[in-house]
Structure formats: structure tokens, C-alpha cells
């Protein structure tokens, strides 16, 4: 393009959305873009005001506006009766960001540098958002989802009172719903607390990640179940010292309590799923809470329950917490994820005294203060007895959503393919696969046919374990159950046939498990 | 009490309460609390489930249950045609639970088992919740305060579609909100960016925590201003290694960048409060934002660009961010805690592309994803306008309630005991303090009387700055804030009186600055 020697013609600047309004501001914005690509230089001369006012079709003054924010910004430079030019001194910064520019694709591509950069990338891939679809755990559909007494009291307590929006609240989070959990926990749980002791979370994960940051310092071993949550393994992983993490291995009664201690006596804290080991389904037996309890007695450990779902059980007794046998030894964490709303993110800790204050300080460094509006819907949902009403209703969904899903995975799956895992309780079932049958591979071919499912394997230590797929319960309708059980029994055969897993005794298995039940 | 020798009297588990219901779940854990206090013990003989009925007053099928519930824990043992005992094999466990509870009081005593529960605990204390009144920041009550359109919002979008309750979400946040929030940041900020590169946060504390965990190491230094917001020095404090934390000067360019290369060439990172210094004010000069970049980008390290207030304004341009003028070498945090609601704890964070994996990732760790309602709420406040209404509407408010907090303090103190720091943005004002006086004493006087103020001197490095006190803004009325500004003023005074600062020269003062302005 023509340059003249006194003033450069700037093309690019002339892209200004008149629109948008701020003319000012959007011209100055270009010119700074403009010297930055090295279309304007340091020294050279900028057209007078009343020229580039008459080439952008703008008034004088908007030029004007944008010339004394840049002088003030020191990008230009004006001199009295002399033109208006590029600031010299930009000279070193503005060559850099060329440059830099120009390297910008390889800078991209750069590795972070932060080792745990690359760990926490695998992370979100790994929780990655999924569709509100069949088998997604907790999804609140159908027979499952909100019913009116909740968006009732949120329009009434978010307009006035504490639930209005209002400024920084307090770290442990709001007193009445603290009350509101400590008497439920009380009643439902056996957790012996008062609401001094409850910190409310942003869900399990706040409080797994909270009972790490204060109960471990950075070389602390912990015993952790195998298989687990991903949610606490990468935790752990995180903090760049995998050895400290012990994985015990869980059998038919949960944690191997005599195995914990023989791989490592000396940790510090202990996390359980103790209600319903995650993913395998069974409680962790009494006499299991006593050896653990015992031995973190003895070894002045903590252990750290995840009671994540046990209000919905679907035969017998719950088991007492931990917290209930042990409260000056047991950190507790409930949820409300699985029985109201994962998208609330509000659950709970309740923890021994002497940790109160260091909970809620590592907490204030994470995210200063749970929001505010529905820890008081919550409270009052509680508090007036809505929240064991919806309990008891939606255990009787998910009791149904389960048995049809049961019934139809059993209907359309010969069982030396794949089989459910017995358990009365939880969000989820277990379906195993049998050996060759990739449960990674499975997940990949039945997510693109819109079907949510997890695989158990790389739940075990090293990625390892056995071959299975995680299957959560939603509100779901029969016919979209029916619909996507279809598609996963597609996608588990299709990677069946690519591993040369026989599924020619298909026919046979189905009338063989006519009389049979498998939870 | 008496015992026969066939079955053992139980007093304690008459505690039921028949209001509560579920009366058969209650004297369970009535008899469990039994066995551990050593009232039953292992291999007793428990009354008839008949006789116990009778005694309590309770359907027998209340103590049938209990007891099954009991042996089915291993709590108690039955033998058909034998008597009900309490299980033998919890004698140990249930010795250790006696020595336990008698032990409970020394064991609550004791110390956290980690180093870094000292540290939290200690910020928990620093950041306790305090009283909605002056001079606490970000109040929006009164001309401040919520206006109908976004409780109609709410309303609207929490009964149906996006905004109702919901499953797990996108860990990186709502895109509609994320692109609200890349549009707005665009055009007011000059940040370059689209919504991929917007992760939605829990407020700009989250935002700081998100940037430690990806960019940093453990033993990776740091620039962090001197002073600085407490939130980011105590997080690279909890990680153990205060060494790898190099405080950077700060003067009325803000950070000296010369200063930060001599004292830490090899950072990693450098987070900075541009746009208006925390807590002094000032905004980060032109040639000082080059000089920060080049080093950056010449060091291969990242600014962490903390805009916690910049939008309020009330005189001149802002400066462009830091982030428009390298996109791929700054993270840009901003918040909606300042010119919405705190108690929303929402905000953002706009990093270089090749990052935004990490930083789910990471926050996946933390808490999975936000909470979903007001994503959309915020989303459609911004896409529809309100948000820039709103700011130029808090704009004047805050404009005004500055003017008379300047006014009034000016009034009330000499200027040789207390005087206002000149700055023309923000959401604080400094209030420096006369040598001798300390300003934690005023902040601890001044809150007995419901005054909440924040002392400066700690929040440089080794905690020995100047004395001074940070005046937050609120929606208060002018009575209000005459009020508080007395009982601070009676602070300071009584403060100054025990350190021998003369507060004579009182009247003189306030005559002489009739005709100066501080700010």
C-alpha cells in the first residue's frame, strides 16, 4: 500500500462497527492493534485528526477522544504545532510483541510448564461434561426433577431476607443451613455433631479436596480404596508425589483393613466409601468400621468417609456412619448431588472441632464463600421437611428406574457377555464385561450413540481392573431406558465381535435367566 | 442400678423421643451408644424382646426390628431358642471406643497433624465474616442494592430451560454465560479473546488458586506485589515453600518491574493487580505494562492479571489490559463480586488457549463445575443490557458514597493523624495512618463498635508495612456513613492517645484543609 513520507495510511483501522457505538474507543483499540502488527511504527507520523476524521466518516472529536487516551497511554506522542506520531519508546515492547506474534503458533503448541498442567488436561477430559442422557448418574428428569415447592421457596427467600443477594458471607457457610444439617445427619446418619462442626462444601469433591489440603501435608501417605473415585485419585495424583497414595484393595465386605495396614501402617488418613464403595456397591462391613477405626486410633490417623449416596437404599438397614462410632477420628462428607441436584453444587463436612478453622481457612483460599442464595432455599427445603418427603419420593423413582434398567440390561445382554453386580442401594449399577471386551472402548462406542456411560477399569490402580461399565440412575422414562439399554447392548457386541468374545450363546442365556434375579 | 444375672437393665435406651418417629431405628442407636459407653457389654444377655417392649412402652415389632437391625450390623448375636446377647467380638473395638471417649477431650486438643492446618486456620481467621456495615467492601444494600430485574430474571430462568435444576455441568461454565462474559471483557476491557477461552469461576479467589495450581510447581517462583490482596500471598504460602514467593515493590507506577527481574529473574509468573493497585491504588503505567510483558515473554513466564475493580471509574480512560496486549501470555481474572454481588461468587477467568484444559481440570479437582442458576441468570442479564445499565447506575452510586466518605473523614480527622491515599477508581479507599499508630488495633477497637475497616500494614511483606486502614464501599446512606466515620474517628483517637500521638493539632488541621481535596 502507498505510504506517503509525512503520514502512514492506517487500512485497518478503518474497521469500525458503528453499531457497536464507542467509536472512541474502538478507533484507539485499532490503533493500538495497529502498531502491535507493525502496521504503524514507532516515530512514524500519524494523519492529522481532521484527515482520518474525514477518511473513517466519524466526527473530529471521536478521533480526537482516541488520540488522548493514546498519548496518555504513551502509545502516541504529540508535540505542540508538531503532528501527532508513533511513541519511540515503544519501540523494544512493540518489536517483542511482533515477534511474539509471529511465534504465537508455536507458543500455543507449547507444553505448559507446569508438570501438573498436563495431569490436570487429562482430568477435564476425563470429566468432561456428558448429555443429560441415559445412563448419566443423578440426572433430575421426568418423575425425578424439581417440583414446585422448590422454585417456590427460591423466588420467595432470593427476594428478601438472607437468601437475597447480598455481599461476602461466612467461609463455613450459612448458620441455618448448617443447623438444618447436623439435625439430619443426626437423624438419618447416626453423625454425631452439632452445626459448629458442619462446613458446607460445593459438594464431595470441595470436601475431598479440603480433607487433603489440611489433614496431608505434601509427603503424607494416605490409604485410598481400589478401585476409587477418580475425583480423589487425581487429587492425590496432583500434588506431583503418586507414592504417597496406597491403594488397598477392596473385597466383598469394602476396604481390606488388614491390607491397608500391611502396605501402609504409618498414613494418615484413610478415604472410604463406606455405605456403598464406589464403584463396586457393598457397605463396608462392621467389623471392617471397627478394625479401620481401630487402627486409626492406634496410628493417630483420620479416616475420611464418603457416605456420597446412602439415603437411597432399597432393602434393609442402613449401617451407622463411621463418624457416629468415632467422631473425634472421622472427617464425614455428604452431598446433596445425588439426592436433590448435582447442579446445586452444595454438600457437607462435618469434622472434628479442632479442625473447624482450618477447613474453612483452606476453603477461603479455594473460593473465599459458598454462594449464597441456596444454602437458604436448602435450609428452609430442610428445615420444613420437604427434603425427607423428596427423599422418600424419589427413592421410589429410582427404585423403579433400577429395575427397569435391570430388567432390560438382563433382557438384552446374554449374561457370560456381560452381567450386573448385586447391590440395594446407590445411584448406580455396575454391569461387568467379560475379559477382552475393552469397557474404554465400549464408553467411546456408546457415547456416540448418545449413551452415558463410565468404565470401571481405569478406577483400579494403574488403570488395570476388571472390565466394566459404570450405569447411573436418572429420571429417565421406560422407552428412552429401553432406547439406549438397545444401543449399549449394540456397542458392547460390536467390540465383543472385534475382540472375538462369542456372542452366539445370546438366545440360549436369555430363556436360561428367565427365573433368575440377579439384585 | 441392679443387673440380673440373665439380662442386663438398660436404662439409658428409654431416651426415645415418639415424636420423631421411626422409633425402631432410635432404640438401635440407642443400644449401639449403649455398648459404647459400657453399659451393655460384649457377651450380656439383653431382656426379652417381649420384656422390652413392655418396658418401653413400644409395639414389640419396634424391638424386633432394632434387634434385627442390630444383628445384621454384628452388634448383637442370636442363637435360635437362646437369649439375645451383645456380639463378643466387639469387645475390643468397643474398648477401644470407651478409652476413646474418655480420651476425647486431650485428643480434640491436639495439634492438626499438618503443617499447612496452622496456615488455614490462621486465614480462616483473617477471613471471618464480618457485619454488613461501613466500611466493609462491596455492600450492595440501599441505592446499591438488587434491583428488580434480576430477581425477575431468576425467577423466569430457574422454572424451565437452562437455569432449572439440573445434573453436573460443564466444568469450564455455561457457554452462553462464557460467551456474555468474552463479549463484555471485549469490548470494555480490550481482552482478546472468544468464550473457548473463558472458564467461569467462583470469583477472582478461585481465579488466583486455578493460576497457582496450573502454572506453578511446587518450588516454581512467583512475583506477588508488595503490598498485596492476601488472598494470593496466602495460597503460595500453604504450599509450604514461602521462598518460591518473591515480593515485588510496588511505587506510583505500581510494580517495579526492574526490581522484580533483580530480585527474581527466573519467575514463572508474576500476579499483578493492574488496573488499580491492591490496596494502594495506583494503576500499572504504560511503559511499566511493556516492561512486564517483555520480560514475560523473554522468560517464557506468565502475568496473572488480577482486574478485581476496574470498572469502577470515576475519572479518566482505564488503560487497556495487560491481556490485549498479549493474549498468550496473560491470564486475565475478573469478577462480578465488585459491580454485581459477592455473595454470587462468580467471575472468570480468560487464559491462552493451550490452557484451558488445565485450568478445568484443575477446577474439576476443586469442585467438579458451578452451580448452574445463576450462570444463566448472569447471561442474560449481560446479553440483555442490564449489566451495563447497572454499572452505570452503581458508577454514580459509589461515586457519591466516596464523595461522602471523603468528605466526612476529612471533617472528623486531622490530617496529621489520618489521610485519604488520592486514587480515582476502585471499590476502596486508603486511609494512612500517623507512625505509632497501629492500624490491627483500630481494626480490632473499631469492630467492637461495628465499624469494619482492614488493616494495610499487614499485607506487606513480613507483615511490617505502613500503618493504614482499607475503606471498602457500600450502598450505606450518608447518615450511616457519618455515623461509622465518628466511631472510627473515636478509634483511631483513643489508639493514637495510648501510642502518644498528639491528636492537638486537631482543629488547626481542619481549618487549614478547607480548601484542599485529597483525591
Redesign the interface.
Known sequence: MARKPEAVAVPSIGALDRS?G?LG?QLA?SL?DAV?RGDLKPGEVLPSTRTLAASLQVARGTVVEAFE?LI????LQAQPGAATRVAQ??A??AA??R??HGA?TS????A??????????????Q????P?APF?????VGPA??DDI??RL??RL??RGPG????????QGARELREAIADYVR?SR?VRCDAEQVII???T??GL?LSC??????D?PAWVEDPAYR?IT??LE???RPERMIRVPVDAEGLDVHEGIRRGPHA?AAFVTSSHQYPLGMPL???RR??L??WA?AN?A?VVEDDYDSELRYA??P??SLQ???P??VIYLGTF?KI???????GYAVV????V??????R???????????QHVLAAFIAEGHLDRHIRRIRGVYAERRACIIGTIERLLPKHIAWLQPSDQGMHLVLWLAAGIDDRQVASLAIESGVVVRAVSPMYSGGNGPMGLILGL?GFSDEEIESAAQRLAASIESIASVANVTTAARGANRRKRKNTRTT
Open positions: 457497536a464507542q474507543r483499540q493500538r502491535r487516551q496518555a497511554e504513551g502509545f519508546s515503544l523494544p515492547a517483542e510483541a515477534s511474539a504465537r507458543s500455543v503448541k507449547a505448559p510448564i507446569s508438570r501438573r498442567a498436563q495431569l490436570f488436561a487429562q482430568v477435564a477430559r470429566f468432561a461434561a456428558v443429560q448419566a448418574v443423578s440426572v433430575p426433577a424439581p422448590w422454585r427460591g423466588n432470593r427476594a437475597a443477594p447480598a455481599s461476602y458471607g461466612d467461609p437423624r447416626s462444601t460445593s459438594g469433591q470441595q479436596y489440603q489440611v489433614l496431608l501435608d505434601a503424607t475425583g487425581a487429587i496432583s500434588t506431583g494418615k462391613s462392621m467389623a471397627n478394625a477405626l481401630t486410633r493417630d483420620w434393609g438397614h449401617f451407622p457416629g462410632l468415632a473425634d477420628r448431588s436433590l441436584y448435582p447442579s446445586l453444587r452444595l472434628p472441632e479442632n479442625f478453622d482450618a477447613f474453612c481457612g483452606a477461603v483460599l479455594m473460593d473465599r464463600n459458598p454462594p449464597n442464595a441456596d436418572g
